[in-house]
């Protein structure tokens, strides 16, 4: 087993890995801070209700459709 982490270590083996691992990490973040961007501050439920408020209620969402 010592010989295999040897040879790994010298032909770089653990620095791919390592650099994969990073680029995985980089991805996941990267996606979480755009859906982090794209949902309202209260929430998609909240937004949700908002609309449909404003629809029931004849609100700013139904004066700007006319």
Same mark, same amino acid.
């Given at each position: 087993?010592? &010989?295999?982490?040897? %040879?790994?270590?010298?032909? !770089?083996?653990? @620095?791919?890995?390592? %650099?994969?691992?990073? +680029? %995985?990490?980089?991805?996941? %973040?990267? +996606?979480?801070? =755009? ?7 209260? !929430? ?6 908002? =609309? +449909?408020?404003? !629809?029931? @209620?004849? !609100? @700013?969402?139904?004066?700007?459709? &006319?």
């Amino acid at each position: 087993m010592h &010989t295999r982490f040897r %040879r790994w270590a010298l032909d !770089g083996t653990f @620095e791919r890995m390592f %650099r994969a691992a990073l +680029a %995985r990490a980089d991805a996941v %973040r990267a +996606a979480d801070q =755009i859906s982090a961007a794209l949902v309202p501050p209260g !929430g998609l439920v909240d937004a949700a209700r908002g =609309i +449909a408020a404003d !629809g029931a @209620e004849g !609100g @700013e969402a139904c004066r700007l459709g &006319t």
